[in-house]
């Protein structure tokens, strides 16, 4: 038989069909939601990856199969008795570990070959020297770091079209004024041991903490910057994404020409897969009629209270993410 270029549906069937045969393997690094009803046939090996954080522990633990782990592993190769596929998809509900709505609109595409001897040797090889058990401390340890994932760096969608307003730790808002920083090289230096050229673009990129209600409502969380007019509004540059951290520099800068220390939270060290494209134009467009009504005026104003900032503006996020939800899908 000939090999065959696999594409989308047929490329996911076929992938299960050889999941469904006795003693089929499979080293794929990431499996995620629905992959423990992929594999439907006895016998079946699983070598994954369990520590750069891409595969869900809970769906992973559900999979009938005999399963390793490999730290190095990002194949996805799945093998039968005499047919294998080498593909881009990892294991689950959509052959994502991204699991879902996630990234339902990424196209994948594989090979099916049918020489598949050597392929079974590289799998045995890596079954016997190249992967090892998984003891009840890897799976504790895989747990923390899929919810570290989940949490920090959510995965990203194609479109805001897939974007869940009532999910938790929804993105913040704030405006960017011209105001130029001063970065405080000391403060830096005693918060991350470090005050070099990309520790500094992190307080650049951070976002201030004036108000100590604010720590909890900044830290790990996605803000949506944008540019505000004399009138409150958005300016018509689009919005775009910060991904901060969890470090707050305390006195990390100051304003320039203005001597007093200010808080800031860092942006991340490692750059993520922002939430969705804030510079679509069909986003940008609910985005900023949604912001001019005045029932969300509190997310423009420059008002400020005892219970922080941003703190203070959490209530409205649902409604606001809704209501940009709401606007988005039904433009035409």
């Known amino acids: 038989m000939k090999d065959r270029f696999l594409v989308g549906a047929e490329l996911g069937a076929k992938i299960r069909s ?197 720590d909890t409502a900044l830290k790990d969380r996605w803000v949506l910057c944008w540019r505000q007019l004399s009138s409150t509004l958005p300016s018509k540059r689009k919005p775009w994404f910060i991904r901060l951290s969890n470090i707050i520099v305390r006195g990390g800068f100051c304003y320039t020409g203005d001597p007093t220390p200010h808080d800031v939270v860092l942006a991340a060290e490692r750059p993520s897969p922002q939430p969705f494209d804030p510079g679509d134009d069909r986003f940008y467009s609910a985005f900023s009629q949604v912001l001019g009504r005045d029932e969300f005026v509190r997310l423009r104003d420059e008002e400020d209270d005892e219970l922080g900032w941003f703190h203070s503006r959490e209530p409205l996020l649902p409604s606001f993410w809704a209501a940009v939800k709401t606007a988005h899908d039904r433009a035409p």
């Open 18 to 214: 050889i999941l469904a045969e006795n003693g089929a393997c499979a080293a794929v690094a990431f499996w995620g939601r629905g992959s423990e009803k992929w594999v439907t046939g006895k016998g079946v090996r699983v070598i994954a990856n369990l520590r750069m954080g891409g595969t869900n522990p809970d769906a992973l633990e559900n999979v009938p199969a005999k399963i390793r782990q490999c730290d190095r592993l990002h194949a996805k190769v799945y093998i039968g008795a005499r047919r294998a596929v080498i593909a881009s998809p990892n294991a689950s509900i959509n052959g994502l570990a991204l699991e879902g709505l996630e990234q339902r609109s990424w196209t994948e595409a594989g090979m099916l070959v049918h020489d598949v001897d050597k392929i079974r040797g590289w799998f045995d090889k890596m079954w016997r020297r190249g992967s090892r058990a998984i003891t009840p401390d890897d799976w504790r340890e895989a747990k923390r770091l899929w919810k570290l994932r989940m949490i920090s760096f959510p995965p990203p969608l194609a479109s805001f079209a897939d974007f869940d307003p009532t999910a938790k730790r929804l993105p913040v808002l704030t405006w960017i004024g011209s105001d130029k920083w001063t970065v405080n090289p000391a403060a830096l230096e005693a918060a991350i041991g470090s005050s070099d050229a990309a520790a500094s673009l992190r307080v650049q990129r951070g976002i201030q903490v004036a108000h100590g209600n604010d």
